[in-house]
């Protein structure tokens, strides 16, 4: 196995890829490049149709249109046990009655290879996902974590070409689920596979991905690094499911300046008409002038190193989330009266 990184070459095209069941256009006109060796990331809220593209790459189901371009060749006419893709399910589906180490031979004895090149395979998994001490213990004998470490140890096992996940960190408590993330980048980066997970955690998607696609109603709204789509969020759905987004409603004058009620910013914008003004909690200061937006302190939210005040203001009905270092010499009580500073440079603007 190889320590690898992502490079710009597609191992899989999707090409305008299309489902609908009756009615519902479950995947409407989705097109992506996923890059070899990447960790790409499928998000989105639920209903929007991730699983059924996943599922389509994995030929459980039959796209209505579209393509799906494995390093080129059309993978229509193959089906699931023919596909070098592997999908990882949600539910772990591992053999009982079986230690692990049967569990993790079983695919590989099913493809007849030898005793000693499966045994060889199978201890360098183990060795990979850390399982060499489980190695002759049953499932029930496992945490969930374990488990789960034995699940992807047993996709992993056949070498595919690209590892579908669904979800696979859905069972987890909060703390196993953030440590596998890490362990799963981990794993990936050194088997040198490429990965495609699902999930509706924005969170998740930020940690573990290379690159994120975010999907609505079937339909592909951004596709980009982490960092561009938290920074550019391309819409303001984009912009309000990946991480705390503050909005205020307002407009644009002709001189390019944003104005809500009570607040006005240098904005430099082009185009006039009504507008949401978006910034995250991270770019807005407090005042050491005075000078800025008047608000008052309705809740204060410790995260350790930082605290997010909430600040009612006139500009917004919503309260503003401000995040500051918890050891601002400024006041951080309830009912305290604060003045806020927004970086312009740091807002994104969007049509109502
Ligand atoms: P979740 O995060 O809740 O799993 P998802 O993003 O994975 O959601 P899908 O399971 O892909 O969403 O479903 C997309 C849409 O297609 C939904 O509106 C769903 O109700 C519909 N759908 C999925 N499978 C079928 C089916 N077999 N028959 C009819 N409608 C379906």
């Keep these: 196995m190889t320590d690898s990184r992502s490079t710009n070459e597609t191992i899989l095209k999707i090409d305008g890829l299309r489902k609908s069941f009756g009615p519902v256009m479950a995947v409407d006109g989705v097109s992506l490049d996923i890059r070899k060796n990447e ?201 309000n499911f990946i991480g705390v987004m503050n909005f205020i409603d307002g407009h644009i004058d002709t001189g390019g300046r944003f104005e809500a009620a009570g607040f006005s910013l240098g904005l430099g914008a082009e185009a006039e008409g009504a507008v949401s003004l978006a910034v995250r909690p991270e770019n807005i200061r407090l005042s050491t002038s005075g000078e800025g937006l008047n608000g008052v302190i309705i809740d204060v939210a410790y995260h350790g190193l930082d605290r997010v005040l909430h600040v009612k203001t006139t500009a917004s009905d919503v309260p503003l989330q401000v995040r500051v270092a918890a050891d601002t010499a400024a006041p951080h009580t309830i009912g305290d009266t604060i003045v806020l500073v927004i970086d312009p440079a740091k807002c994104r603007i969007y049509r109502n």
């Design 39 to 239: 960790f790409f990331a499928l998000l989105g809220p639920s209903g929007c149709g991730k699983t059924t593209l996943l599922r389509m790459l994995a030929g459980f189901e039959n796209p209505t249109g579209g393509r799906i371009l494995l390093e080129g060749t059309d993978i229509a006419p193959l089906p699931p046990e023919k596909r070098p893709l592997n999908l990882m399910f949600q539910s772990y589906a591992l053999f009982p009655h079986m230690t692990v180490a049967k569990n993790l031979a079983y695919g590989l004895e099913m493809e007849r290879l030898s005793k000693n090149e499966i045994d060889r395979r199978v201890d360098e998994i183990m060795t990979v996902t850390d399982l060499t001490q489980f190695a002759n213990r049953k499932p029930e004998q496992l945490s969930g974590g374990q488990r789960q470490r034995v699940a992807l140890a047993r996709a992993l096992i056949k070498r595919p070409k690209v590892l579908l996940l669904d979800e696979p960190l859905g069972a987890l408590d909060k703390k196993l689920r953030e440590r596998m993330q890490l362990e799963l980048k981990r794993l990936q980066h050194e088997v040198g596979i490429t990965f495609i997970i699902v999930t509706h955690d924005q969170e998740e998607a930020l940690v573990m991905a290379d690159r994120m696609a975010i999907l609505r109603d079937g339909k592909l709204l951004q596709c980009g690094s982490p960092e561009e789509v938290y920074e550019k969020p391309g819409d303001r759905f984009v912009a």
